[in-house]
């Protein structure tokens, strides 16, 4: 696979006044790749996509894409949203479209269609009209994604979008991320705890702890991880003997 | 029917129109920005902008200059101000309001006794009176809400956007510095506006009050922005007709009234609404 790169990142270095958030951090991201972003909380991973995204600004070091690259974005604490909030389903997954859009800020029929069909792919659709206030957790982040997915970016970044998902809709979820990524070559960046459920579909693992300490794939983390365990080492075991049989 | 004569009578004069022109324009204005404060919880701004307000006229009256434009003037600048204390110093939203409304109002009323008070009645500027209604203030009134309606219906989706949520708004490409500058300068002025009608005290609920009496039965943002609008719409006027049979201040009658149609509609939700 020889993909361009969409995403360089050098020395990069993220301080919340005198502390530092993220340091030194450098790797690169080429289209198509899927990366699963770990480390335990606290770790920065929410600050470096936050610095990515231009959310941040950084102290020191670069972030360069090529000109044109759009990118969707799922923020972490969804579930923090106002209950409520006056705005249903459609708005709120309209919005992906027109906050990007110039004046006048008005949906063609095309676009239209595209919202209906996220909402379908993520079988919320008959959520439609209700108000986001009013779902359950799990369907305000199905929500958000479709909100994030809607205006087709060429790169998705999400900030731990499955931890209010049950088990049945986690797999579909990793299923549709997967499609996106295989079908319609969507970068993707996935900010996780659940390396377990993420493995079978990302190429890449970005494991880091304020440093970057481990960049490649998910057997080479396995091996890595033996010498050093990470806290989730159980669940990798049983992964990687999954693998191996 | 008595009351239908008083009311023919009253509509008879001058004052009675120019008071509804002035209501209904200020009505429509502050519901349109209503639910952008009340969502993003500084709601409270324009209480404290309307006790700025206060110290403007202060200024005005004694400089004796048209009252209502100095303190358009004043009352923006510091909208943009607490904005930006907001942002910059480790200051909360309603820290930085409370503060700003306490040292206006200790201003405004320093001022109004050193002058050993003014001729014209500044309890009318408190609580709103529409007999003080002169046709310089409609015009004023419907120039202004025309530019703030105008203005929120043009940015309605990266209001609604940055409303909802701001990094994300960012992420779209969305000045968030910008809007809430612009949001900040309609604030002002739509305080100011209201002021002879509602009253410097009472203006800041003309902007809370629609916007939460729609949110107890809608469901979706903009739905909310349009009954919130026609509602006010129909209690400014109802409040104002009421103000003068009942010879109440104009701006007490109507804030009276949202409270009761609040009432209403939360008890309706509550108890006569099969699901909650
Ligand atoms: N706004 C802030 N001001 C000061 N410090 C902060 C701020 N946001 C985060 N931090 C600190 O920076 C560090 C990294 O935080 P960050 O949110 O990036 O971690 P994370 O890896 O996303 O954690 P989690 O898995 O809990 O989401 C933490 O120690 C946190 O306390
Ligand atoms: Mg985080």
């Not at chain 1, 790169?155 to 049950?166: H, K």
């Not at chain 2, 930085?96 to 008070?117: D, K, Q, W, Y």
């Not at chain 2, 004023?140 to 043009?154: G, R, W």
């Amino acid at each position: 696979m020889s993909h361009e790169q969409i995403l360089d990142i050098r020395n990069l270095t993220v301080k919340y006044h005198t502390f530092t958030a993220v340091s030194n951090v450098s790797f690169s991201v080429n289209e198509q790749d899927f990366i699963a972003i770990i480390g335990a909380n606290g770790s920065g991973k929410t600050t470096l996509i936050k610095t990515v995204l231009g959310l941040l600004n950084a102290q020191e070091g670069t972030i360069v894409t090529p000109t044109g690259v759009t990118v969707g974005y799922l923020p972490q604490h969804t579930m923090s949203l106002d209950r409520f909030f006056p705005a249903t389903v459609d708005e709120v997954v309209g919005m992906g479209l027109l906050a990007k859009k110039r004046f006048p800020k008005i949906l063609s029929k095309q676009e239209k269609q595209n919202i209906e069909d996220v909402l379908h792919m993520l079988n919320i659709q008959h959520l439609t009209h209700k108000r986001i206030g009013a779902l359950s957790g799990g369907q305000q982040q199905r929500v958000l994604l479709a909100r994030a997915l809607v205006s087709n970016p060429d790169v998705l970044i999400l900030d731990e979008p499955t931890s209010a998902l049950d088990h049945n809709m986690r797999k579909q979820f990793f299923d549709i991320l997967s499609h996106l990524n295989t079908s319609h070559g969507v970068t993707i960046l996935l900010v996780t705890h659940d390396i377990a459920s993420a493995s079978d579909y990302i190429n890449r693992v970005i494991y880091m702890d304020q440093k970057l300490l481990f960049d490649g794939t998910f057997s080479a983390f396995c091996e890595d991880q033996k010498l050093s365990p990470f806290i989730h080492t159980h669940s990798l075991r049983h992964k990687k003997m999954g693998d191996e049989s | 029917m008595n009351i239908i004569q008083e009311l023919m009578a009253a509509f008879s004069y001058g004052f009675m129109w120019r008071a509804l022109f002035v209501g209904v324009s200020v009505a429509i204005s502050s519901s349109f920005i209503g639910p952008y404060l009340v969502l993003k919880r500084f709601s409270m701004i324009g209480h404290g902008l309307s006790h700025v307000a206060f110290a403007g006229i202060a200024v005005g009256l004694l400089f004796r200059t048209a009252p209502l434009i100095f303190s358009m003037v004043i009352v923006v600048s510091v909208s943009v101000f607490i904005l930006k204390l907001n942002e910059t110093a480790k200051l909360h939203g309603d820290a930085a309001i409370g503060l700003t409304a306490a040292v206006a109002m200790a201003f405004g009323t320093v001022l109004a006794s050193v002058a050993g008070g003014f001729n014209v009645d500044l309890f009318s500027f408190l609580f709103g009176s529409i007999l003080t209604i002169q046709r310089i203030d409609v015009y004023l009134s419907i120039t202004f809400s025309i530019v703030v309606i105008a203005v929120v219906t043009t940015l309605y989706h990266d209001l609604f956007s940055m409303t909802f949520e701001e990094d994300f708004a960012k992420v779209s490409g969305i000045n968030t510095k910008r809007l809430n500058t612009i949001l900040a300068v309609l604030v002002g002025v739509t305080v100011v506006i209201g002021i002879r009608a509602m009253g410097t005290l009472l203006i800041s609920s003309l902007i809370i009050f629609p916007t939460i009496i729609a949110m107890q039965f809608t469901k979706g943002f903009k739905t909310t922005i349009v009954i919130a609008a026609v509602s006010s719409v129909f209690i400014v006027i109802f409040g104002l007709m009421g103000s003068y049979l009942l010879d109440w201040p104009s701006g007490s009658t109507i804030v009276l009234l949202n409270g009761v149609v609040f009432l209403g509609v939360y008890l309706y939700n509550r108890i006569l609404r099969p699901q909650g």
